[in-house]
C-alpha cells in the first residue's frame, strides 16, 4: 500500500527559501543577457526586466569582431588548458605519494610542511618577488600558471582517494613487473575518472576566472586573459559615465549592452562544460572526502 508524504510548514518554507535562493542566482544572470540581446533605447530606459525587448544581436557582433577580445580569449584557453593539465598532474603525482605514507621517507615532515600552507601564507610581497626576481617570470605567461598550479586541499583529497585504492591491486601490479608509475597509469588513473573530472573542474575554474595574478603579474596587452579586458570595459562605463562608445553599422550600442555580451561569452564557455561534467562532481567530491 503506497501513503502519500504529509506536506508539512517546515517542507513549504524550506522550498520558498531554495526557490528564493535560485531566483537571486539566476536573476542577475538572466538580467545580463536579456541587455545585451534588447535594443538600444530599451537599454538606455533602463527598462529590461527578466527578457529581452526589441531583440538584437549588433553587440555580439562588436564583441565577437573585437581583436582584443578575440586575443583574450585565446590567452585564456591557453592559460586554462596549460594551467589545469600541470595542475591535475602535480596534484595526481602529489596525492599519490602522499597515499603512500608507510613508504614515502619524512612523509610526517613533507605533510605537515604541506599542511602548514593551508593556514600561513607569506604574502603577496613575497610571492611577487619570488615569481619576479626568483622564478624570472614576470609579464611571462607561466607568471599565470605556475604561482597556483596545486591547491594543498586538493591534494589532500588526492591523497585520500588514492589510499582507498585496494592494496591488493597495486600489488598484484607489482608482482607483474611494474614500479610505481605503472601502477598508477595503468591500474589506479584508469578507475579514477571521477576524482580527476572533479579536481579538472575546480582547477580550470579557477584558471579561467583568473584575474589578480594576471593583473599583478602581466604588463603586455597582448598576454592579457578575458577578466582583464572584462575590468578594462567595466573601468571605462565607470570612468565615462556610461558612455555610448561603440557603433555597429550606424546603430549606437549602449556600453552596458557591450560590458554585459562580453561577459556572456567570457562565462559560456564553463557554463557549457560544467553540465558534462556534473555527474562526477558529487561522486569525486565525496569519494576523496572520506577518511581513509
Known amino acids: 500500500m503506497v501513503t502519500s508524504k504529509k506536506i508539512t ?14 531566483v537571486s542566482i539566476l536573476y542577475p544572470f538572466l538580467y545580463m543577457i536579456s541587455v545585451s540581446l534588447s535594443s538600444n533605447h530599451h537599454v538606455v530606459k533602463n527598462d529590461i526586466t527578466f ?3 526589441g531583440l538584437q544581436f549588433d553587440v555580439y557582433k562588436i564583441v565577437l569582431r573585437d581583436d582584443r577580445i578575440l586575443l ?7 592559460y586554462t588548458v ?5 595542475s591535475l598532474f602535480l596534484t595526481t603525482i602529489a596525492g599519490y605519494a602522499l597515499s603512500k605514507k608507510n613508504r614515502l621517507p619524512f612523509y610526517n ?15 603577496m610581497i613575497p610571492s611577487y618577488l619570488t615569481v619576479v626576481n626568483v622564478l624570472g617570470l614576470y609579464d611571462n605567461i607561466w607568471a599565470v600558471i605556475v604561482p597556483s598550479c596545486i591547491g594543498t586541499s586538493n591534494v589532500i583529497i588526492m591523497r585520500t582517494f588514492f589510499s582507498q585504492f585496494p592494496a591488493e591491486i597495486e600489488e598484484s601490479g607489482r608482482i607483474d ?16 575518472t571521477a576524482i580527476l573530472a572533479t579536481m579538472g573542474l575546480f582547477y580550470a575554474v579557477g584558471q579561467w576566472n583568473a584575474f589578480f595574478t594576471p593583473l599583478i603579474y602581466l604588463k603586455s596587452q597582448n598576454k592579457f586573459p578575458l ?7 567595466v573601468m571605462r562605463s565607470q570612468m565615462e559615465d556610461n558612455a555610448i ?5 550606424g546603430n549606437i550600442i549602449p556600453e552596458d549592452s557591450v560590458k554585459y555580451a562580453t561577459i556572456f561569452v567570457a562565462t559560456a564557455p564553463i557554463i557549457a562544460v560544467y553540465p558534462w561534467l556534473q555527474k562526477y562532481f558529487v561522486k569525486g567530491v565525496m569519494i576523496g572526502s572520506l577518511k581513509g
Not at 82 to 86: K, Q, R
Not at 109 to 123: C, H, P, Y
Not at 245 to 249: D, I, K, N, P, Q
Open 109 to 123: 615532515v613533507i605533510n605537515s610542511m604541506m599542511i602548514a600552507t593551508m593556514f600561513f601564507s607569506g604574502g
Open 227 to 233: 577578466q582583464i579586458i572584462l575590468r578594462q570595459i
Open 177 to 192: 613487473g611494474l614500479n610505481d608509475v605503472g601502477v598508477l597509469w595503468y591500474l589506479v588513473l584508469p578507475t579514477s
Open 51 to 53: 527578457y529581452p525587448k
Open 72 to 78: 583574450a580569449y585565446k590567452n585564456t584557453i591557453i
Open 82 to 86: 596549460a594551467g589545469t593539465a600541470l
Open 245 to 249: 562608445l561603440y557603433s555597429a553599422g
Open 9 to 22: 510548514v517546515w517542507d513549504v518554507l524550506r522550498t520558498v527559501f531554495l526557490l528564493l535562493i535560485i
